[in-house]
Every structure is written in C-alpha cells, then in structure tokens.
C-alpha cells in the first residue's frame, strides 16, 4: 500500500490524528480532515510525512463536496470524526441532542462515503474504515460487559446504527471490491467525553487496529466488527 492515498475525518486530534500519522509514517501521503485550516495545518505539522491538510466538516454538505472536489483519487478512507455528549440515558435526553449526535456519528459518515465514493472507485485495493464503539454492540449491551446500562444513549445508539451501515456498505459495495469495516477502539485518553478524559488508554494502540483494517490485504474480511486488539466484535 506504499505510495497510497488516505483520508482521515477529525484527524486534528485524538485517535483520528494518531491514524494519520501512523498511515504517513507507513509512506501513504494522508489527508488529515479537519473543520478548522488552523488545527489542520498545526495538525499536519505534528503528523509529519507526507500529510496534507483537507478542510472537511462532515455535517456540512458544501464543505463536504468541496474537500471531494480535491481528492481524485482514494485508497483508504477512515470515518473517524464523531462527538459523545454526556452520559444521560435515553429518557433523559433531549432530542436536539440526538440529532446533534446522529448528524456527525452516521449521516455523516453517510454523506462523506457517498462523495468519496467515486474517488475509491479509482483504487485498485480500497479500504473503508469506520469508527465505531464497543459501547454500540447491542449483543455487549444486553451482557454484563456493560454494568452502568442505558447512559449515552444518543451516542451508543448511533455507534449501534454506524454498525448496521458498516454491513450495509459492505453488502453494496462487494462488487467493487471495497473492503468496509468497523473498528471497536476501546476506552481511549481523548476529549470525546469525561469517561475517555479520565481514561489512560492510549490513543496510538487503538489508532493501530484501524490501521490493520485500512491496510487489509485482498483475501480479507468486509462487513465485520473487530476490536483494536483484532478480535471480532459481537453486532
């Protein structure tokens, strides 16, 4: 995959800025998306290699075709742009919240995929990835993996809907030959939330599964849920 193409949504920090590095220190020239030119830029200075900024607001559909627009062609595309909110549960949440959420966490990822499509078209070995969270298995939900059940619905609850898509993906587009999977990151030390901001997980293991994922060779899986650790991951 040397020489490759990647773009990585909300790449300014965190996990999606560690995924990008991580992909540039492997010799992919990586666009880092950002909603911000200046976060971007101080953002691809830190990655190093050949990492380029891309101005890309994944709930803005001008934003959106315009980024599409500079990008001819794609290899790996990483849906990693999301937002938490708190951890209130569903009937305490209000609904602009879940609309708030679900605007970045699944359309989202819907209108980025879509505009990027015909660029991943252009591949001959293209790879999807998509940010997902343990917190969204309905199978964990429902065990005793998750003792504190039911807090940040809105957020778990479009983890849960970033899955189905994932297999949706996959299904539509086998015949092209793109690869479209979800990654479980783990409990990660970033600003998504209080939990992830008090946690020591470290950002680059995570960011590390998802590279395994993008750099899939032809014989592998699409359609599936695995954690950072590689593991398969219950829907």
């Keep these: 995959m040397d020489k490759s193409i ?61 980024a599409a627009r500079q990008v001819d062609t794609l290899d790996i595309l990483v849906n990693n742009a999301g937002i938490s909110g708190d951890g209130r549960t569903a009937d305490q949440e209000d609904l602009g919240t879940f609309r708030r959420i679900y605007e970045t966490n699944v359309f989202g990822v819907v209108a980025v995929t879509n505009a990027f499509l015909p660029a991943l078209r252009q591949s001959v070995h293209p790879r999807i990835v998509n940010i997902s969270s343990g917190t969204g298995s309905l199978t964990w939900a429902t065990g005793p993996q998750f003792p504190h059940r039911g807090t940040y619905a809105a957020y778990r609850s479009s983890k849960a809907a970033l899955n189905a898509l994932t297999v949706y993906y996959a299904h539509a587009l086998a015949d092209d030959g793109i690869k479209v999977n979800a990654l479980a990151p783990g409990l990660r030390r970033t600003d998504l939330n209080a939990t992830a901001a008090a946690s020591d997980g470290d950002p680059a293991e995570a960011a590390a599964g998802a590279v395994r994922l993008a750099l899939l060779p032809d014989d592998g899986p699409s359609g599936e849920f695995f954690s950072w650790d590689g593991t398969p991951v219950p829907w």
């Design 6 to 66: 990647a773009l990585v949504t909300g790449a300014n920090k965190g996990i999606g800025k560690e995924i990008a590095r991580q992909l540039a220190s492997a010799g992919l020239t990586v666009y880092a998306g950002s909603r911000d030119v200046a976060r971007a830029e101080r953002a691809v200075e830190e990655i190093g290699g050949d990492a380029r900024p891309l101005i890309l607001d994944v709930t803005d559909a001008a934003s959106i075709a315009s």
